[in-house]
């Protein structure tokens, strides 16, 4: 019995790191994303064009 409930306690730590380390995963891709977006801001206020949607 106490090494199910060990084993219990384990799984869910393991998936508490997954759904923190999927978490984290997202809020790097918005900061990317936002990167991306105030890099195309300064081509187009230095350029004065737009990137074209396919590139």
Known sequence: MSQNLQDVRATLQTISRAIK???????IER???????????VV???KGNERPAYQ
Not at 21 to 27: A, H, Q, R, T
């Open 21 to 27: 380390i999927s978490s984290i995963s997202k809020y």
């Open 31 to 41: 900061i990317a994303d936002h990167a991306t977006n105030i890099a195309e801001l």
């Open 44 to 46: 187009f206020m230095v």
